[in-house]
């Protein structure tokens, strides 16, 4: 079993930038890929970025590449996610999830953190 948790979130004006943490513990985390999810009011859960378990890899949704960047320290245990020119509609709650591959779809992802709130002003 994955324990993750989440770090990084708060309110920042439209263009800002934020760094998210994902800090995880339990089983040997580096044998699993990782994912951000975000949650906006009203809305279901969406794809924002995985990467592999060995951070050769990753992959983004459209709404964000070329924005954010998506990382992880294995010797920490600690993914990350900068994001960079923030929007408005960026404003979600931002969730970690770890799972066996590192793919676009929720079911893929057995681990979840309780998320963080990000707010992006206009």
């Known amino acids: 079993q994955v324990q993750l948790v989440e770090f990084g979130g708060g309110l920042v004006q439209a263009g800002g930038s934020l760094r998210l943490s994902c800090a995880a513990s339990?089983?040997?985390?580096?044998?699993?890929?990782l994912g951000w999810f975000r949650q906006a009011p009203g809305k279901e859960r969406e794809f924002v970025a995985s990467?592999?378990?060995?951070?050769?890899?990753?992959i983004y949704a459209d709404s964000v590449k070329g924005r954010f960047t998506i990382s992880r320290d294995n010797s920490k245990n600690t993914m990350y996610l900068q994001m960079n020119s923030l929007k408005p509609e960026d404003t979600a709650v931002y969730y970690c999830?770890?799972?066996?591959?590192?793919?676009?779809?929720?079911?893929?992802?057995?681990?979840w953190g309780q998320g963080t709130q990000v707010t992006v002003s206009s």
């Open positions: 999830a770890a799972g066996s591959d590192s793919g676009r779809q929720l079911a893929e992802f057995g681990a």
């Open positions: 990467i592999s378990w060995n951070g050769l890899s990753s």
């Open positions: 339990g089983r040997t985390v580096s044998m699993y890929g």
